[in-house]
T-cell receptor, first 113, second 111 residues
Framework: KQEVTQIPAALSVPEGENLVLNCSFTDSAIYNLQWFRQDPGKGLTSLLLIQSSQREQTSGRLNASLDKSSGRSTLYIAASQPGDSATYLCAAPLKAAGNKLTFGGGTRVLVKP | NAGVTQTPKFRVLKTGQSMTLLCAQDMNHEYMYWYRQDPGMGLRLIHYSVGEGTTAKGEVPDGYNVSRLKKQNFLLGLESAAPSQTSVYFC??????????FGPGTRLTVL
């Protein structure tokens, strides 16, 4: 059974600082690795998806890396802005499970102006 | 495109009552999912469907039933609601089995 962990559970940084969010998973036979953003009271918005054969994926100020051998993914957000304040979740579905997502508990980020 | 929509947005039930949550998507997606989100427990998969007329159990299926009679709709039913089913319910869909698109959620309280 896949287990996904996100540490820390909460993070507060001043505006402009780079954010580093961590995601670890126990089973490396993943289908892909997905990062989502969730604003309070809202649904999840997909940020990045890294296929199991890829090492990283980039979109604007966001960059996500994947290291299956160590069971880790890292989401980097450059030059953080107050609008980046949200909860960030990762999910690591197993190949054997198709695309049924197993989520981490999330990291709640606050970017202070 | 409306994307993924969920009805209703909020609901309060008494223990033992029944209700149905509706998820609709207009993206012609094959796969649809129901999750629940609870503090300290994260998001957990309840049931899912890989196509019209198919359903399968997820991680926490007990107390719920689902139906996918039409490709665009995925219904989640609670036959006899319990306080433990107080949660926020999210529906998601995907075409190819990759990026999932989530609805805005239904906040359910069972008294």
């Amino acid at each position: 059974k896949q287990e996904v962990t996100q540490i820390p559970a909460a993070l507060s940084v001043p505006e402009g600082e780079n954010l580093v969010l961590n995601c670890s998973f126990t089973d490396s036979a993943i289908y892909n690795l997905q990062w989502f953003r969730q604003d309070p009271g809202k649904g999840l918005t997909s940020l990045l998806l890294i296929q199991s054969s890829q090492r990283e994926q980039t979109s604007g100020r966001l960059n996500a890396s994947l290291d299956k051998s160590s069971g880790r993914s890292t989401l980097y957000i450059a030059a953080s802005q107050p609008g980046d304040s949200a909860t960030y979740l990762c999910a690591a579905p197993l190949k054997a499970a198709g695309n049924k997502l197993t989520f981490g508990g999330g990291t709640r980020v606050l970017v202070k102006p | 495109n409306a994307g993924v929509t969920q009805t209703p947005k909020f609901r309060v039930l008494k223990t033992g009552q029944s209700m149905t949550l509706l998820c609709a998507q207009d993206m012609n997606h094959e796969y649809m999912y129901w999750y629940r989100q609870d503090p300290g427990m994260g998001l957990r998969l309840i049931h899912y469907s890989v196509g019209e007329g198919t359903t399968a159990k997820g991680e926490v299926p007990d107390g719920y039933n689902v139906s996918r009679l039409k490709k665009q709709n995925f219904l989640l039913g609670l036959e006899s609601a319990a306080p433990s089913q107080t949660s926020v319910y999210f529906c998601a869909s995907t075409l190819t089995g990759d990026t999932q698109y989530f609805g805005p959620g239904t906040r359910l309280t069972v008294l």
